[in-house]
């Protein structure tokens, strides 16, 4: 083996190493943290356009709207009320938005506080070139020791 082979199969080492011991912590950090997963599973039935849809745990209570019609490359509101003893501590908020079995991109969409305690932010949607338009809407809710989330399916229009 030569001087310049060893020494990238050592630098190849290296890396190996350093991503098997930091990627779980990077894992973390896009997922918004850290602090155990909390589920918090909605009524299934409901569709959060233009209608209020909930979820609710022992500490935490989720409450989801978004505009009354959804298009893609149409930017349209989404809010979140919170209630319970754990929405005191929370410290952020973020829409998800993913299509099952579909690679969309990355579409997250932080919510602002409101003085009313509740959390709005704006999204957009890009154009499935499937034609497909099912959504999930995967609000994220982040306090100092929990992290909690809730999934809402919907139909956006083409």
Excluded: K
Aim: glycine share 12%.
């Amino acid at each position: 083996m030569t001087r310049a082979a060893g020494a990238l199969f050592a630098l190849a080492l290296l890396l190996g190493i350093a991503i098997g011991v930091f990627a779980p912590r990077w894992r973390a950090w896009l997922d918004g943290g850290a602090g155990p997963l909390t589920v918090l599973t909605p009524d299934p039935a409901c569709r959060p356009l233009g209608a209020s849809c909930s979820a609710a745990g022992h500490d935490l209570g989720i409450t989801v709207r978004l505009g009354q019609t959804v298009r893609p490359l149409v930017a349209f509101p989404v809010e979140v009320r919170l209630s319970g003893p754990a929405a005191a501590a929370v410290r952020g908020v973020e829409a998800h938005f993913v299509m099952v079995d579909m690679d969309m991109g990355l579409m997250r969409f932080a919510l602002a506080p409101q003085p009313d305690g509740s959390w709005h932010g704006q999204a957009l949607l890009p154009v499935c070139s499937n034609g497909r338009s099912d959504w999930q809407l995967r609000l994220r809710v982040q306090t100092a020791g929990t992290r909690y989330e809730a999934g809402f399916p919907f139909q956006a229009e083409r």
